[in-house]
């Protein structure tokens, strides 16, 4: 079996850049910069079988390449307790596009559709364990004019989630890179 899922890798600045936003909040586990990405579409767990038709199908997928800007702070919760902060996108409607293709592929590959979430472009910044909403809203006030700079999104990438051995969390491996087409 292998974890697998379809994001967006971030060019360095961005991540040094959405790296810069640690800090100031109590009880949050800030996100290393290797592990930040945008996810496109999680997959789960597969067999080795499925995992080979996924590489194939996502081939066919054909979208332009784009512009990216992230800005803008928000947070998932349950039951009013927030456990995650991300930052957003300028662009929801071209993600939501990417989306969907490649939703289409990984059916013809076998893979279920996500029905338990809605997507929503973000990269996940931190986890939140014990933070207060009094807190999360003055972090995110202070924090709410976040912007980084545009940058070109050429390609997507499936990545394998893989446990590190000494079973301090989880690294992220590109399986492969799909290149979008350039207008």
Request: charged share 30%; proline share 4%.
């Amino acid at each position: 079996m292998i974890r697998l899922f379809v994001g967006l890798d971030l060019p360095k600045e961005i991540k040094e850049h959405l790296y810069s936003l640690r800090g100031g909040l109590e009880h949050a586990l800030w996100r290393e910069m290797e592990r930040m990405h945008l996810t496109l579409r999680f997959i789960g767990n597969v067999e080795e079988d499925q995992a080979d038709e996924i590489l194939r199908e996502l081939k066919y997928v054909r979208f332009p390449a784009f512009h990216l800007t992230f800005k803008g702070l928000g947070y998932f919760d349950v039951a009013n307790v927030p456990h995650h902060l991300w930052v957003g996108v300028d662009n929801d409607k071209i993600l939501d596009e990417m989306h969907d293709k490649i939703d289409n592929a990984l059916k013809k590959a076998g893979v279920a559709p996500q029905e338990r979430f809605k997507f929503k472009p973000h990269v996940t910044i931190a986890k939140l364990q014990g933070t207060t909403m009094d807190e999360l809203f003055k972090y995110i006030t202070a924090n709410n004019l976040f912007k980084t700079k545009p940058f070109l999104v050429e390609n997507f990438t499936l990545f394998a989630s893989i446990a590190r051995e000494n079973g301090e969390g989880k690294y992220y491996k590109p399986q492969e890179v799909y290149p979008l087409s350039l207008v």
